[in-house]
């Protein structure tokens, strides 16, 4: 009895060292991921050791992640429109205003929300609106969610739009 304990107790302690190398070739993974830079994040995958444990990893890999600005914890809603982020972590429309007077637009509009968004308009509509102090948008994704729509709350008219900030 006492032989299988011990085998028992050697068994869990390889697969906790096992689990915690594979969580920690996660953790690079992730860490690779949020990299906002492609050639940077690509250095961060290519750098990453294979079939070594991560405690081995390379410089390469450590001054690639340090060089690199990390993306802070956001909202889903903060990174609407942004066209790295992956689709399922973001809403389908997002609300927010226009601060001050607002009275339509026309061609290349960029337009700033209170949320911090800059949007610009991308399909060369005009739009000569009432004029309206902090008004209300909305801005859905397309059918296919490569476009944006934007829209004053209230009013038919919309544009195509491509967040820019």
């Known amino acids: 009895m006492k032989k299988a304990s011990l085998l028992h107790a050697h068994l869990v302690l390889s697969l906790s060292l096992a689990s915690g190398a594979a969580l920690a070739d996660d953790a690079a993974v ?7 830079d492609t050639a ?3 250095a ?5 050791p294979v079939g070594a444990a991560p405690a081995a990893a390379s ?5 690639a992640a340090a060089a690199a600005p990390v993306r802070a914890a ?3 809603e903060q990174q609407f429109g942004i ?5 399922e972590a973001e809403p389908d429309q997002i609300e927010s205003s226009i601060a001050g007077d607002f009275d339509g637009w026309s061609g290349n509009t960029t337009i700033k929300l209170t949320n911090g968004q800059v949007w610009r308009i991308t399909d060369g509509s005009q739009a000569v609106l009432p004029l309206m102090h902090n008004p209300k948008v909305r ?4 059918l296919f969610g490569a476009a944006f ?15 820019v900030q």
């Open 30 to 36: 992730l860490k690779c991921r949020t990299l906002p």
């Open 40 to 42: 940077q994040r690509l």
């Open 44 to 48: 961060c995958y290519d750098a990453m």
């Open 59 to 63: 410089a390469a890999t450590t001054a």
């Open 74 to 76: 956001q909202a889903p």
């Open 83 to 87: 066209e790295h982020r992956a689709k």
């Open 139 to 142: 801005i859905k994704r397309g």
């Open 149 to 163: 729509f934007f829209q004053v709350d209230g009013q038919n008219s919309t544009a195509r739009v491509r967040r």
